[in-house]
């Protein structure tokens, strides 16, 4: 678990833009992931993204890192934005264009 926890650590460090899912952005596993990341691609946004369902251990232990409990989940710049309500609604206000252009372009 704890090489787990350092794992995830490091990918969220080592990507300005983030997203763990199910699936992945071509092949998303379920509609929240699905609608997440075409959110995130709507806005240009160039992201990482890990597949949970590919990923066990990544599973089971993000939601305790992020104190988060599903997926998916969005770190921009290091930060939990949070899972697919949160994406959207910033995404309709304005506020994940801009959120992507101040840090995720860094």
């Known amino acids: 678990m704890t090489n787990t926890i350092e794992l995830i650590k490091q990918q969220i460090k080592e990507n300005p833009i983030i997203l763990y899912m199910k699936g992945s952005p071509e092949r998303p596993q379920c509609g929240f992931s699905s609608r997440a990341a075409q959110a995130l691609q709507a806005c240009g946004a160039k992201f990482a993204s890990v597949d949970v369902l590919a990923n066990p251990d990544i599973r089971a232990t993000l939601p305790q ?23 959207l609604e910033m995404y309709a206000s304005g506020e994940l264009q801009d959120l992507i252009k101040q840090k995720g372009e860094k």
């Open 65 to 87: 890192v992020a104190n988060w409990p599903t997926f998916p989940q969005l770190f921009v710049d290091g930060e939990l934005v949070g899972g697919c309500d949160i994406i």
